[in-house]
């Protein structure tokens, strides 16, 4: 019972230290995405040139993508015109983090993590874009004939468009709140089950080098998914049980930035050597900027700014307590409605006379659907397309659809074509 006990209040600890600023870090994120549009950024990407990287880290570390999201985001980008360069910065600097992680990341880490933390995903993303630059040995890159599909999805949802009040809060607390929504639960969870269930100096009695535990943490995070966003409590927890801030760096760099299905699609649709840039460019660039961290700033210098977390409830807060429970209420409210949009079974799919369904594989967010919409409205023949993510199952409308096309055209935008139910 005590354990419970323990557990819940932490939980309840993290959760109020973080909802106020994450609400508005969505807020955010709908207006970015509902300003910032592809077709008025692709010209600031095409030439295999400095310039090019640096616009393509600038605009990618406030876009609020996670590594799920920003794939078929960069593929797109490369495949209308962006060089190699410019879509490997935009690829490892967006999901690194977002307006709504640095919210978070501010209300649970402090001033100093915050600054660091979009610095250096914009530096490893410069980095890792003239690496590929100079790396590619100038073959021609053949740029398939999608733009018309984005015109074609572009069209239909400025139609659809109410107003742009309504597009912000339906963007931010509805479709990509639902994208994340499961990696923020388990974020959280995760995150009060450390808390409680680890010693406090778990990492300096039990490891103690931070060199090898910068290793350890890097070779764990690789493979797995954890959102920018929700990688925050996480690693905000390890810190307090005596993981050194350096450390927590890499795990906030690698975790959201990798995973296997984003290291697959990179090495399938950019090439093995562009998957191993991509791949030194976030390893290298966190274990160096760890060590900077551990080690050329004053001790305590990343640490005492955080958020205490067995003394939350000090007298001297910024937001009011009163702000932080209801904002936690509303949290809690919007996850609970996403999960049960998104899991909940639905009635299964029917098709006419003139459409077909086909199972696609690799959709996992609302930026995926958008990208696969875009990519079906361009083939010839297809005049709907309606896409259920819970089963990832497409249902195409139109006359004499050429199924081998549409094969290709979801193969080259980075998904799997299953096939035809």
């Known amino acids: 019972m005590d354990f419970l006990v323990k557990y819940f209040n932490d939980l309840l600890v993290l959760t109020n230290e973080m909802s106020?600023?994450?609400?508005?870090?969505?807020?955010?994120?709908?207006?970015?995405?509902?300003?910032?549009?592809?077709?008025?950024?692709?010209?600031?990407?095409?030439?295999?040139n400095f310039k090019s990287v640096l616009y393509a880290s600038l605009l990618g570390v406030p876009l609020p993508l996670c590594s799920c999201g920003v794939i078929p985001t960069g593929i797109s980008f490369y495949r209308e015109g962006a060089s190699r360069g410019a879509t490997v910065s935009f690829l490892i600097s967006t999901p690194q983090t977002g307006v709504d992680s640095i919210m978070v990341t501010y209300s649970m880490m402090g001033l100093p993590f915050t600054i660091a933390r979009p610095l250096i995903a914009f530096i490893t993303g410069i980095g890792g874009?003239?690496?590929?630059?100079?790396?590619?040995?100038?073959?021609?890159?053949?740029?398939?004939?999608?733009?018309?599909?984005?015109?074609?999805s572009d069209q239909k949802e400025n139609k659809k468009r109410k107003n742009i009040f309504t597009e912000i809060f339906r963007y931010a607390f509805i479709d990509f709140f639902r994208d994340i929504a499961k990696w923020l639960l388990i974020g959280l969870l995760a995150a009060a089950l450390i808390?409680?269930?680890?010693?406090?100096?778990?990492?300096?009695?039990?490891?103690?080098?931070?060199?090898?535990?910068?290793?350890?943490?890097?070779?764990?995070?690789?493979?797995?998914?954890?959102?920018?966003?929700?990688?925050?409590?996480?690693?905000?927890?390890?810190?307090?049980?005596?993981?050194?801030?350096?450390?927590?760096?890499?795990?906030l760099m690698a975790?959201?930035?990798?995973?296997?299905?984003?290291?697959?699609?990179?090495?399938?649709?950019?090439?093995?050597?562009?998957?191993?840039v991509y791949l030194f460019s976030i390893m290298a660039g966190a274990i160096i900027s760890g060590l900077i961290i551990d080690y050329a700033f004053p001790k305590g210098f990343f640490t005492e700014a955080m958020m205490p977390m067995h003394h939350a409830h000090h007298e001297h807060q910024i937001i009011p307590y009163w702000l932080q429970l209801s904002s936690t209420i509303v949290f809690s409210l919007l996850i609970a409605f996403a999960l049960l949009r998104k899991y909940l079974p639905k009635r299964k799919t029917k098709k006419d006379m003139n459409s077909r369904i086909i199972k696609i594989g690799g959709m996992t967010c609302n930026h995926c659907r958008m990208n696969v919409e875009k990519i079906l409205l361009g083939v010839k023949d297809i005049r709907d397309v309606r896409i259920d993510l819970s089963n990832g199952e497409a249902v195409l409308t139109g006359e004499n659809i050429d199924m081998i096309n549409v094969a290709k055209k979801i193969e080259e935008g980075g998904y799997e074509f299953i096939g035809e139910v």
């Open 20 to 48: 106020v600023y994450i609400l508005f870090g969505f807020l955010i994120a709908g207006i970015l995405h509902v300003t910032i549009k592809k077709d008025r950024i692709k010209k600031w990407l095409g030439k295999k």
């Open 129 to 152: 874009g003239i690496l590929a630059n100079f790396t590619d040995k100038g073959e021609k890159k053949t740029v398939d004939e999608i733009d018309c599909a984005c015109d074609v």
């Open 195 to 251: 808390s409680v269930l680890v010693p406090d100096d778990f990492f300096t009695n039990f490891i103690g080098n931070d060199l090898l535990s910068m290793i350890i943490i890097l070779l764990v995070s690789v493979p797995l998914y954890v959102c920018a966003t929700g990688s925050v409590p996480i690693a905000a927890v390890l810190i307090a049980k005596g993981l050194s801030p350096g450390a927590a760096l890499v795990f």
């Open 255 to 276: 975790g959201p930035a990798t995973n296997i299905a984003t290291i697959t699609v990179i090495g399938k649709t950019l090439g093995r050597k562009t998957l191993f």
